[in-house]
T-cell receptor
Framework: GNSVTQMEGPVTLSEEAFLTINCTYT??????LFWYVQYPGEGLQLLLK?????DKGSNKGFEATYRKETTSFHLEKGSVQVSDSAVYFC????????????FGQGTRLTINP | EAGVTQFPSHSVIEKGQTVTLRCDPI?????LYWYRRVMGKEIKFLLH????????ESGMPNNRFLAERTGGTYSTLKVQPAELEDSGVYFC?????????????FGPGTRLTVL
């Protein structure tokens, strides 16, 4: 089956710290990989995506590289800000068929000034 | 361009009552998806419409849930009768083309509380 496992939260960091949120997946096909973010009081927003192995998605200083050999898509940011506090969801979507998304459980990130 | 909108933002009902959630996708998007997040767990797929047709409803939990998309525009998700375990946040998403790597745009969600 298809599944996504994220590192459990909550994660609390100080401003300007380095961030890594681990994500690994299991998929029967060739998935696209996504990171979505939910800021307080808002809906899910696409943060970045990668559609094939070795692709790197990046946005707002966040990066994630599609690693087929380790079935991973870890999210990183070199220097976090208070405004990055949110819940982050890793997800996969299969190109074949309906392309429904399979999500991880979410990681709550809190950045302290 | 307006994003995906959902109504209501919150709903509190008693067990056994009926609730109808509405989703308005981005104009021109043929694909419409419903997802649900229960009790801080992962977000789970419920079903997928392509225009007015149900493409995949494998995630619908049981026959108390009924989704419609008449005319291929907005969609409703009805829960009748609601049970305690139906509490959670219901998200709607839409995308333009079928398949491929098209981005799904999510609405803000409807938080449903069943007492």
């Amino acid at each position: 089956g298809n599944s996504v496992t994220q590192m459990e939260g909550p994660v609390t960091l100080s401003e300007e710290a380095f961030l890594t949120i681990n994500c690994t997946y299991t998929a029967t096909g060739y998935p696209s990989l996504f990171w979505y973010v939910q800021y307080p009081g808002e809906g899910l927003q696409l943060l970045l995506k990668a559609t094939k192995a070795d692709d790197k998605g990046s946005n707002k200083g966040f990066e994630a590289t599609y690693r087929k050999e380790t079935t991973s898509f870890h999210l990183e940011k070199g220097s976090v800000q208070v405004s990055d506090s949110a819940v982050y969801f890793c997800a996969l979507g299969l190109i074949q068929g309906a392309q429904k998304l399979v999500f991880g459980q979410g990681t709550r990130l809190t950045i302290n000034p | 361009e307006a994003g995906v909108t959902q109504f209501p933002s919150h709903s509190v009902i008693e067990k056994g009552q009926t609730v109808t959630l509405r989703c308005d996708p981005i104009s021109g998007h043929d694909n419409l998806y419903w997802y649900r997040r229960v009790m801080g767990k992962e977000i789970k797929f419920l079903l997928h419409f392509v225009k007015e047709s149900k493409q995949d409803e494998s995630g619908m939990p049981n026959n108390r849930f009924l989704a419609e998309r008449t005319g291929g525009t907005y969609s409703t998700l009805k829960v009748q009768p609601a049970e305690l375990e139906d509490s959670g946040v219901y998200f709607c998403a839409s995308s333009h083309h079928r398949g491929g790597t098209d981005t799904q745009y999510f609405g803000p969600g409807t938080r449903l509380t069943v007492l």
